[in-house]
């Protein structure tokens, strides 16, 4: 089973550029996560989807980041001008959870980005 | 106060080793409980859920206690490979979304 593919891998960009990051799921999964990961630190949630919809973006400080996720399948996350505390692995993670169970969260080999 | 607090290590241990990590959760609404490890420079992968009543994997064994909130994971025999951040991990029935504390370091020395 092709596991949760990730794009690209690396990116190194200017503070105040913008920056694109790309995520497909396992296929079958309905739900998908973005996550910030700062060195030293624990994953934080950025963004969850429920197919297409939002059911969580507390955590994205939207006014720089965006996310969508238009046909339920593949999502795109977006830093609008960067800063350089914007510097972190950007993870995306997929499962099966429906609204009452938990299925494991399966994440990809994430984004490293790094603002000079 | 972070939501999922731990201790972040290092710890180094030799071989053969017993080593325990301990987690403490702040969120009284959190009602499911993960360990996850993450190598170096990969992605964190599920390693166990938690259980009340304790849930053991091999050498490794993981307790919840909802009382006092405080998760713990307790690996045995420490082998090399288990060298690796553990990360404790808290779900609740609103924010369906993992939170996870900062991790801690393990390192297992020959």
């Known amino acids: 089973e092709a596991g949760v593919a990730q794009s690209p891998r690396y990116k190194i960009i200017e503070k105040r550029q913008s920056v694109a990051f790309w995520c497909n799921p396992i296929?079958?999964?309905?739900?998908l996560y973005w996550y910030q990961q700062i060195l030293g630190q624990g994953p934080k949630l950025l963004i969850q989807f429920q197919n297409n919809g939002v059911v969580d973006d507390s955590q994205l400080p939207k006014d720089r980041f965006s996310a969508e996720r238009l046909k339920g399948v593949d999502s795109t996350l977006k830093i609008q001008p960067a800063k350089l505390e914007d510097s972190a692995v950007y993870l995306c993670?997929?499962?099966?959870?429906?609204?009452?169970?938990?299925?494991?969260?399966?994440f990809g080999q994430g984004t490293r980005l790094t603002v000079v | 106060r972070k939501e999922v607090e731990q201790d972040p290590g290092p710890f180094n241990v030799p071989e053969g080793a017993t080593v325990a990590f301990n987690c403490t959760y702040s969120n009284s609404a959190s009602q499911s409980f993960f360990w996850y490890r993450q190598d170096c420079r990969k992605e964190p992968k599920l390693l166990m859920s938690v259980y009340s009543s304790g849930n053991e994997d091999g050498r490794f064994t993981a307790q919840l206690n909802r009382a006092s909130q405080y998760i713990s994971l307790l690996i045995r025999d420490s082998k090399l490979s288990d060298s690796a951040t553990y990360l404790c991990?808290?779900?609740?029935?609103?924010?369906?979304?993992?939170?996870f504390g900062s991790g801690t370091r393990l390192q297992v020395q020959p």
């Open positions: 296929s079958g999964h309905a739900t």
């Open positions: 993670a997929s499962s099966t959870e429906g609204p009452r169970t938990y299925t494991e969260a399966f």
């Open positions: 991990v808290a779900r609740d029935t609103g924010r369906r979304a993992l939170t």
